[in-house]
Each structure stands twice: as C-alpha cells, then as structure tokens.
C-alpha cells in the first residue's frame, strides 16, 4: 500500500510545518506528468483514436486504484452514497468532459497551441471560484498570474511579439479551451469535498463515472471504423497516461487544491510549457534559447507572487 499522502502530519516547534511545501511539490510533480501527456497524445495522435486512448487510459487506471482502493470503497460506501451527486458532477467534468475534449483537440492542433490555450486555465478558475463560492484574489496574486502568464507568452512567441502575433487557431485549440473551461470547474468544485472521503475512494469512483460517460463515445468510435493495434509504444503510451497522468496527477492535484486553494494552485498550470519545453531538449533533441530562461524566470516569479505572503 503506498503511503497515504492525506495523513495528517504532526509539526513539532513552532516554525513552519515539515510539510508546508508538500502540496507545491505535488503541483510541480503533476503539472511534469500532465505535459508528458500533452506531448504523447500529440505526437500518437495517428496511431491511438482520441476515445480509444481516453478509454483504456482510464481503464487501466482503474484496476490499478481498485487493488488499492477496494477496503476505502467499501468502507466508506454510505458516505459516499451521500455525496454521489458531488462525484456524478466530477467524474463526467475531470474524467469524461476534460479527456474526452483535449485528446479530440490533439487531433487538430498541435502540442504548442494546445499548452498556449491551455495556460488559460488560472484565470477561468479565478472566475469560477468567484462566482461559485465568492472566493477572491489579493491584487499581488493577480499580478502574479498575469507574470507568470507573460512567462507561458514569452517561451511560446521565442521571445518575439512578432512569433506569437503569427499562431492561428483552429477548431482544436476551441476544444482546448473547452476542455480548460471543464477543468477549471472540476478544479473549483473541489472546495466541496466532502472531508472524510478517503482520496483513492473519490478517486476510483470519479474514475468509475467517467468510463461510464467515456464507453459510449468510445463505441460511436469503434462503430466508425477507428481503431489501432496494440504494440509496445502504443502500450506503453496507455501506461504513462493511466498511471502517472491519471492516478498520481489526480491524486496529487487534489490532495494540492484541498490544501493550499484552488486559486494558489492554478498558476502552477503555466509550469507545463517549461516541462514540454525541457522534455523537448531531452527526447526531441531540442536545444535552449535565451526566451526559454526568460519564460522560467517569469513563472516561477509569477507563481512565488501568488502563493507566497511575506511577513512583515
């Protein structure tokens, strides 16, 4: 059994806690593995149908929850009987409605275009916190988001105004945004988690609902003659995205928002350019440029401005 990131942590003196920072590594960790993501469903886009690899990603996670989830599920089962309206509303959002809309927006836009309009995602999660629960920004963490926003900018128009004055968009990045409207609501609902809910078992049962709107688009799928063959690089793709894209990014994201907020957690989204950007240099044989340093430079004070208060 894995260790159960949830525990409560006890501090001892009276500095900072031992795991003050934990929920922003966890961040770190899951934006790493989502842009992993972005950059697979790119670049297998060809040889795994968007259903099919949103079907058997989720599949696959879930027989790896249900052997660690199985004594939570049962026995939690009247609570969660009691929120399943709560876990209906976020599987079909995190599960069906997010996959669903980014893995058919890869089909027609490219990696880049996707991360660019994904980095929206800050924002419509400030804008939904607030009109959902009221939840508002200090002007220090506005500015925060819009540097670290500068950041995403900066590394995807090469340092030039010029570059980025030159991307179209297209019905993808359309899809894109969609599917970051989906997550910022996902993410903002989690203020609603029910405090009890074992993680595995809230996660194995949005998993579950997400399927269940997932197989019949799936089958519409198959129906229309897309399918691929299982081989080592499509099997592999499935495993990266079922057990570090689906299970430890979901479990880390929101262990991270139940934590530190929906609205601290956001800007961490604008770290996936920099990782795409990293991955490229390391499996793409991609090299550094000047607008790269200044891009990171940006985020990171971005999101140092929005997550962290200095004390008088």
């Known amino acids: 059994m894995p260790p159960d990131i949830d525990a409560p942590h006890k501090s001892t003196g009276t500095g900072p806690r031992p795991d003050a920072f934990m929920p922003y590594l966890l ?28 079907f058997w990603r989720w599949t696959v996670a879930l027989l790896i929850l249900l052997g660690f989830a199985h004594r939570h599920l049962f026995a939690q089962r009247r609570l969660l009987r009691t929120h399943h309206r709560f876990i209906l509303i976020q599987g079909l959002l995190g599960v069906t409605g997010f996959n669903t809309l980014l893995y058919l927006a890869m089909q027609y836009t490219t990696a880049i275009n996707a991360v660019l309009v994904n980095s929206c995602i800050p924002v419509l999660i400030v804008v939904f916190s607030w009109l959902l629960y009221r939840e508002t920004m200090r002007v220090r963490q506005c500015l925060g988001v819009l540097v670290s926003l500068l950041g995403v900018l900066s590394i995807m128009a090469k340092g030039e105004v010029a570059t980025l004055m030159q991307v179209s968009f297209n019905r993808g990045d359309l899809l894109v945004l969609a599917a970051a409207v989906v997550w910022a609501l996902y993410s903002s609902n989690l203020k609603q988690y029910p405090k009890d809910l074992h ?88 090299t550094l440029a000047w607008y790269h340093a200044q891009g990171v430079l940006l985020i990171f004070a971005g999101i140092i401005m929005t997550t962290w208060r200095i004390k008088a």
């Open 199 to 286: 993680p595995l078992a809230y996660l194995t049962m949005i998993n579950i609902t997400g399927l269940l709107g997932i197989f019949p688009l799936y089958l519409l799928e198959l129906h229309c003659g897309k399918t691929f063959t299982f081989n080592p690089m499509t099997v592999v793709t499935i495993l990266y995205v079922a057990v570090f894209a689906s299970v430890l990014a979901f479990i880390f994201w929101n262990r991270a928002i139940r934590t530190i907020g929906a609205i601290k957690a956001g800007p961490f989204v604008h770290l996936m350019p920099v990782f795409s950007t990293i991955l490229a240099v390391l499996f793409l044989g991609e």
């Open 27 to 54: 961040l770190i960790l899951t934006t790493l593995f989502w842009s992993g993501n972005f950059v697979l469903s790119r670049g297998m886009h060809a040889a795994i149908p968007p259903m099919a690899l949103s």
